[in-house]
């Protein structure tokens, strides 16, 4: 009796995301501006332990999201050695990587700050990964678009992963521009990767849970999913407007961050919809997450737009408008879309009690704050480095104690909410242990 | 039935050759950023060196470089140029660092690497807003010569 492959991955995501919100909420009280932090870790550690444990939540749950769909489609290809070894290379990276930063070890990039050895389980984990879904799909045809989805999300993964190592090399590295702007584009892509895997893994759920099979091989669903790809490719040059890197790819960046329109005018062109949809769902619990995640697209992506244009970008870029949209994204889009199908997959998509319906709505109030107080430092950042005359960086810091405060607050809720609801989660995996169906 | 068939093969190909013409003009873009530095700065292995001395201590998680990194501590861009800060400001907070940045003991080797990765990255541009003109197609430009 154990847990199929799936929901293995899913409940390590579940305990990763826990550890994500303490780190996130522990390594907040630097910004509260109290003198003496000599009882706490450094911020250069809690920061790393932080955005690991959340993009682990993001991979380990997409992962799992994959592998439980395509077992609900029959065609999960999970036994022998290749799945037993992915799970232990994800395994020995995770521990890899945390005693590393535990011992102050760090030696990465942002994002990847830990030692580049604790790359290589990753990449072949993942590698693995494009192994088992390729020999799941093989024999399925006429591709619904969640099958794409998640094959270019699995590739470009393994593609942009691979190119954010680049730097190891000398020729890479040495070369200050090129390097950045390396940087950048694989972390860019790497952002549309998981992308992929995740708004696939909706697509799936809402033809799941409206049984229309249409939705997800129409020539609209593909349109949209090869502008997505369009976007994943190309799309990351607002990252480096700043840097002096060629023409080109800024302007290449900017043209195609313009596209994006198209998708904003689909949402709000099929917003009444979308509402009629909702209101006839609502009484499902993995939809409203669903939902949720619809109205964060909505905000995270007019927020986009606006920073993709370079006049825009000129004035948010390096202030915290940026971190409200990389908060707005992570927790308000992939998050409600990873809850959305662990109660659909860990708890049949029951209706939980009041408190944790009260959570779920705790998790969006609170969020909604945070990406408030955010902007509003953004912004208030955004005013402050305009000025050439501007006063010392600690002054104006002092100045956005206010917003600071409430951000940390509001990231109190959400650690509350969102960790009650993974709590919840958590706690079905023993009754969920059953004989393993898969092929 | 065999015209159901034809018509999604003729689907699936419409698929692939987009995928193929998209795969083709993502690594054209790709290995020209790989081939083809901007002009006007050279290679420096010391500042290569500093770069990796710079990840070591894990600088990037309070400070930025052309804005990107941490948000607790100051974009360090153009720290090296900076009227009023400069190289022996860098030196001084490395020595004796102010209350909420760590004490990183770095050796005299790594210093110097570290400082030669500040003045190759000062050298390459100016990063503060106020240096930039907004063209009237949205872009924007460096207005300074360094």
New interface residues.
């Given amino acids: 009796m154990r847990l199929p492959t799936g929901e293995r991955y899913l409940y390590a995501a579940l305990a990763f995301l826990c550890l994500g919100l303490f780190f996130g909420l522990t390594a907040g009280i630097?910004?509260l501006g109290f003198?003496?932090?000599s009882w706490l870790p450094?911020?250069?550690?809690l920061?790393?332990l932080h955005v690991t444990s959340i993009m682990l939540w993001i991979l380990m749950g997409a992962t799992g999201c994959v592998y439980t769909c395509l077992s609900m489609l029959d065609n999960l290809y999970s036994r022998g050695l290749a799945a037993q070894a992915q799970g232990w290379l994800w395994a020995i990276a995770a521990a890899g990587i945390f005693w590393s930063y535990s011992k102050g070890h760090?030696?990465?990039?942002?994002y990847w700050?830990f030692n580049p050895v604790w790359a290589l389980p990753i990449a072949l984990a993942w590698l693995l990964f494009l192994y088992q879904f390729l020999r799941s799909v093989r024999n399925i045809r006429?591709w619904p678009v969640y099958l794409?989805m998640w094959t270019s999300g699995i590739f470009f993964f393994l593609f942009a992963f691979t190119?954010s190592y680049?730097?190891i090399f000398?020729y890479?590295?040495?070369?200050?521009?090129?390097?950045?702007?390396?940087q950048?584009?694989s972390n860019g892509s790497l952002v549309g990767a998981w992308n992929q895997l995740l708004y696939g893994t909706s697509f799936f759920l809402m033809e799941r849970i409206s049984k229309n099979t249409d939705a997800t091989r129409n020539r609209l669903a593909?349109a949209m999913y090869?502008l997505g790809?369009?976007n994943l490719?190309?799309n990351w040059g607002h990252?480096?407007?700043?840097?002096?890197?060629?023409a080109y790819?800024?302007?290449?960046g900017?043209l195609v961050s313009m596209t994006e329109w198209i998708i904003f005018a689909r949402i709000i062109y099929l917003w009444k919809n979308s509402l009629e949809e909702g209101q006839k769902h609502f009484h499902y619990f993995p939809y409203r997450f669903l939902m949720a995640a619809d109205v964060w697209l909505l905000l995270n992506l007019g927020q986009a737009l606006l920073m993709s244009?370079?006049?825009f970008?000129?004035?948010t870029?390096?202030t915290?408008v940026?971190?409200a949209h990389a908060m707005g994204t992570t927790i308000g889009i992939n998050s409600m879309i990873l809850f959305a199908a662990c109660y659909m997959f860990l708890d049949q998509g029951r209706m939980p009690g009041w408190f944790l319906r009260n959570m779920f709505w705790l998790a969006q109030a609170s969020l909604l704050l945070f990406w408030l107080a955010l902007n509003g430092a953004g912004i208030m950042k955004g005013l402050w480095?305009?000025?050439?005359e501007n006063t010392a960086?600690a002054v104006m810091m002092k100045q956005l104690r206010p917003f600071f405060y409430a951000f940390w607050i509001a990231g109190l809720g959400l650690a509350i909410a969102l960790g009650a609801l993974a709590i919840n989660l958590l706690r079905t995996a023993s009754t969920r242990m059953k004989p393993v169906m898969e092929k | 039935m065999r015209l159901r068939a034809c018509q999604r093969f003729f689907i699936l190909l419409k698929k692939i050759t987009i995928l193929v013409f998209l795969l083709a003009g993502f690594l054209g873009f790709s290995m020209s950023i790989y081939m083809i530095p901007p002009e006007g700065l050279s290679r420096s292995a010391e500042a290569g060196q500093g770069r990796l001395v710079w990840q070591r201590y894990n600088c990037q998680a309070c400070h930025q470089l052309y804005g990107l990194g941490g948000y607790l501590g100051p974009d360090l861009s153009n720290v090296m140029s900076a009227p009023g800060k400069g190289e022996p400001l860098v030196r001084a907070f490395l020595k004796s660092p102010p209350s909420l940045m760590p004490s990183f003991h770095l050796t005299e080797e790594e210093t110097e690497q570290l400082m030669a990765f500040l003045r190759e990255t000062d050298a390459s541009g100016s990063a503060a807003p106020h240096d930039f003109i907004i063209l009237p197609s949205g872009m924007i430009k460096n207005n300074k010569t360094r």
Avoid at chain 1, 106 to 110: I, L, M, P, Q, W
Avoid at chain 1, 172 to 182: G, I, K, L, N, S
């Fill in positions: 630097y910004y003198d003496n932090l450094g911020f250069e550690m920061r790393p760090f030696g990465g990039r942002e700050e006429n794409w190119e680049l730097w000398p890479f590295r040495e070369h200050f521009v090129t390097d950045m702007t390396v950048w584009k593909f090869f790809l369009f490719m190309f990252h480096i407007y700043t840097l002096p890197t060629a790819v800024r302007y290449t900017y244009i370079p006049a970008n000129l004035y870029h390096g915290h940026t971190v480095q305009r000025d050439p960086f």
